[in-house]
């Protein structure tokens, strides 16, 4: 089993930043991909940017890129979204997953971006 808390949702006025973590326990050595995804009012889950943990390789969505920015604290085994200049149209409930979307998904944060 492997268990995902996400961490750091809340308001912000468009132009501002949010820093999201996700803790990170039990058996995770196999849980080589860690991923975002959010899901908007009314809409579908969208993918947001993942990290390799092997390699450190990570790679996003169009729609943060250059915004979004996903590392790893390996000490406090957490994944963290630091997301800049947000919008309006990145409000949305922010996802942790381990290892796809048939592995683990934490219980999601709320992020409020306002005009």
């Known amino acids: 089993q492997v268990q995902l808390l996400e961490s750091g949702g809340g308001v912000v006025q468009a132009g501002g930043s949010l820093r999201l973590s996700c803790s990170v326990s039990g058996r995770t050595a196999d849980m080589d991909y860690m991923y975002w995804y959010r899901q908007a009012p009314g809409k579908g889950r969208e993918y947001v940017g993942e990290i390799r ?19 790893e604290d390996n000490v406090t085994n957490t994944v963290i979204l630091q997301m800049n200049s947000l919008k309006p149209e990145d409000t949305a409930v922010y996802y942790c997953n381990a290892g796809g979307e048939r592995g683990y998904w934490g219980q999601g944060t709320q992020v409020t971006v306002s005009s």
Not at 53 to 69: E, L
């Open 53 to 71: 943990r092997s390699d450190g390789h990570i790679d996003y969505a169009n729609s943060v890129k250059g915004r979004f920015t996903i590392s």
